[in-house]
């Protein structure tokens, strides 16, 4: 099975997950409110250990200041095209049970494979209204807490720029070079029949 992009499963899949890449050229519109929500709404319904939900998304619109402090915090090698995304996010979670305060807060151990899940979820949900999605770890870790007022025991996941794809052209030619899906290891290298390295 072959894609638009080029790229080819080995055994057959939605195309959804051979089209979902992440482009670095984004055309500079505002992505609407509305379909915002609904992006996140489908993140909102991934699951999770004990149905805890641990994940917390804080966005900004491009064009507002909520937009330009949220690039602020991305790596000025991710600032250089991010600052074209129609919306960016920061998804962080929740490490322990309860809130701030609470006597017995306990680990949660998979809020960082959960927030995975409600990432994936969004980035699924947003590639079918015709956006593009493209995750940042390449962010001002020391920087975050304070600008957006995250509360002890919230963890730094990752940021994400949300948009409509633009012209490869309009890059800088270092990252034009870049513009294209990339490949996968082979799933015998990644998937074992009951041990690791099988
Ligand atoms: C958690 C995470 C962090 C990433 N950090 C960056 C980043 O800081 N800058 C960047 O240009 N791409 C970043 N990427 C994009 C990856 O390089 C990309 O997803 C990977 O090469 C696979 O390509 P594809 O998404 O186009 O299929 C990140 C992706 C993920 C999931």
């Known amino acids: 099975m072959t894609s638009s992009t080029g790229r080819e499963a080995a055994h057959p899949i939605n195309p959804i997950f051979l089209n979902r890449w992440s482009p670095r050229a984004f055309s500079g519109e505002a992505v609407s ?115 957006l007022g995250l509360p002890d025991g919230v963890h730094i996941e990752a940021a994400v720029a949300l948009g409509r794809m633009g012209r490869a052209d309009d890059l800088a030619d270092d990252l034009k070079a870049r513009e294209k899906p990339s490949p996968r290891q082979p799933l015998s290298a990644i998937a074992f029949k009951g041990k690791y390295g099988g």
């Open 33 to 147: 409110e509305q379909d915002l929500m609904t992006i996140l709404e489908a993140a909102r319904w991934a699951p999770s250990a004990v149905n805890f939900q641990p994940w917390r998304f804080i966005y900004g619109i491009k064009g507002s200041a909520e937009f330009d402090r949220l690039l602020s915090l991305l790596a000025p090698g991710n600032q250089r095209w991010a600052e074209k995304a129609g919306a960016l996010l920061m998804i962080v979670s929740e490490t322990l049970t309860g809130k701030p305060g609470d006597e017995e807060r306990k680990p949660i151990r998979t809020h960082s494979f959960d927030a995975g899940a409600a990432w994936m979820a969004l980035a699924l949900q947003a590639e079918m209204l015709g956006y593009r999605v493209h995750a940042m770890g390449g962010i001002d870790y020391a920087a975050i807490p304070d600008a």
